[in-house]
């Protein structure tokens, strides 16, 4: 009920799978895997293990969080999947996320420009760009799919300092090199459950419905290289989630 709000989130959009429990806007409990396993193996005994560790049942769930992408095609499906899976039974509210939004959220920047990068291959990134201003965001940047250069060029436009925070931050420092640019500490720089956690928390406080049933994985990579690449992976089984 309203008094309190328990989040199960999921993130599996880069190599590492994470799930968390929140209460509200409070993390509870995160459990963070960066070992190359493949995330359909893992994900939900993870999420069994963190509610039994926590003492929590699956009743006492009152919304699922998954980030929805940008990401790895694999492993965003593996993770809408698994959410929708919970959610779907138990007919819970369910919330997808932005990536990149969750990544912002997660690296707590209270003041300040902060850049979510992930590597999308081939000199591109997934990328957004948000305003942190006494802990809320305000969103400048849709999330897109970009190339390097494209944005060295966008942040030429901003006086102020840059924390870079992702998989891509480190290629992005070092390919942009603008001195105003700054990395995220290493432990607050990956793609986590807790930020997709909090992201969910922002939309219930905004009022929003999380209805599953419309819930679409967000991939924008649209280039014909890249479409015919997910055709491919489609039809064969991955072992690991790129």
């Known amino acids: ?7 199960l989130a999921f993130e599996t959009s880069a190599k590492a799978a994470s799930v968390a429990l929140a209460d509200d806007g409070t993390l509870v409990a995160e459990v963070y895997q960066n070992t190359g ?3 359909s193996r893992t994900l939900l005994a993870m999420a069994e293990h963190l509610l039994q560790s926590c003492e929590w049942s699956p009743r006492d769930v009152d919304a699922v969080a998954v980030a929805k992408g940008p990401g790895s095609f694999t492993g ?5 999947a698994a959410a929708k899976g919970f959610a779907w039974g138990r007919e819970l509210p369910l919330y997808g996320v932005s990536t990149l939004e969750a990544m912002a959220l997660g690296l707590g920047e209270l003041e300040g420009l902060v850049c979510p990068v992930m590597d999308a291959r081939r000199e591109q990134i997934y990328n957004a760009l ?3 201003s006494g802990g809320t965001l305000t969103r400048l940047r849709e999330d897109r799919a970009i190339a ?6 966008d942040l030429q436009h901003w006086a102020e300092p840059v924390v870079l925070v992702g998989d891509g931050a480190l290629l992005c420092s070092r390919t942009i090199g603008a001195e105003r640019l700054r990395l995220a500490p290493e432990h607050r720089r990956h793609q986590r459950a807790a930020g997709v956690a909090l992201a969910a928390w922002a939309s219930i406080c905004r009022g929003e419905a999380g209805d599953g049933a419309t819930l679409q994985p967000h991939y924008l990579r649209l280039s ?4 015919e690449r997910l055709a491919r992976l489609q039809h064969t089984d991955r072992k690991d989630n790129e």
């Open 1 to 7: 009920g309203w008094n309190k709000m328990r989040i």
């Open 37 to 39: 396993l493949t995330h």
């Open 76 to 80: 965003i499906r593996i993770g809408v």
């Open 130 to 132: 948000f305003r942190a």
């Open 148 to 153: 390097l250069a494209d944005l060295k060029e």
């Open 224 to 227: 014909q290289a890249e479409r």
